[in-house]
T-cell receptor, first 116, second 114 residues
Framework: GESVGLHLPTLSVQEGDNSIINCAYS??????FIWYKQESGKGPQFIID?????DKRQGQRVTVLLNKTVKHLSLQIAATQPGDSAVYFC???????????????FGKGTKLSVKP | GAVVSQHPSWVICKSGTSVKIECRSL??????MFWYRQFPKQSLMLMAT?????????EQGVEKDKFLINHASLTLSTLTVTSAHPEDSSFYIC??????????FGPGTRLTVL
């Protein structure tokens, strides 16, 4: 289930189950979104991105869904594995279509814990 | 893919000393580099944006005289934490943006100020 800790929400799933991590973004003008995975003591690692002209994008075992109406982003991980245990951050940015107008703004993050 | 390195990966220093952290883009040129700070169980907070050959742009609340940033070349940016204090202990992460606007993150530097 999902719980909110002192700073970081945690999602616990069983190995093999699907995981869904949610993110509410803040700027309605943002047009580019990225999901990052961060393992303990390491920098963020790119997982998948999506531009605002799409509402779904699939990668290997991961799917990102974008709902611009409610400013919501989700990351779905299929057949979750112990190696998926990490903190996941969504990030938003304005300026996907040429130029570099905006900086990445990171969400609060969700800790995914996979039980064997 | 593109690689960004940071050095050192961790550092412990005494209060009042200065610490320099290097960020390098290893196989691409980065006109823009970013410095983030991350406290335990929190998200990455942008500290400053560093453009090669010009002064860094600092985010609100970040002291430019305390966190000195130098971006002397297209592959190197440095962050110097001057007169470090225990509250500066944090995980510092840099990222580098290439010419097609893709941002790559470094592995981070753990700073502990005693």
């Amino acid at each position: 289930g999902e719980s909110v800790g002192l700073h970081l929400p945690t999602l616990s799933v069983q190995e093999g189950d699907n995981s869904i991590i949610n993110c509410a973004y803040s700027n309605s003008a943002s047009d580019y979104f990225i999901w990052y995975k961060q393992e303990s003591g390491k920098g963020p690692q790119f997982i998948i991105d999506i531009r605002s002209n799409m509402d779904k994008r699939q990668g290997q075992r991961v799917t990102v869904l974008l709902n611009k109406t409610v400013k919501h982003l989700s990351l779905q991980i299929a057949a979750t594995q112990p190696g998926d245990s990490a903190v996941y951050f969504c990030a938003e940015k304005k300026g996907a279509y040429g130029g570099s107008q905006g900086n990445l703004i990171f969400g609060k993050g969700t800790k995914l814990s996979v039980k064997p | 893919g593109a690689v960004v390195s940071q050095h050192p990966s961790w550092v412990i220093c005494k209060s009042g000393t200065s610490v320099k952290i290097e960020c390098r883009s290893l196989d691409f040129q980065a006109t823009t580099m970013f410095w983030y700070r991350q406290f335990p169980k929190q998200s990455l907070m942008l500290m400053a944006t560093s453009n090669e050959g010009s002064k860094a742009t600092y985010e609100q609340g970040v002291e430019k005289d305390k966190f000195l940033i130098n971006h002397a070349s297209l592959t190197l940016s440095t962050l110097t934490v001057t007169s470090a204090h225990p509250e500066d202990s944090s995980f510092y992460i840099c990222s580098a943006r290439d010419r097609v606007d893709t941002q790559y993150f470094g592995p981070g530097t753990r700073l502990t100020v005693l």
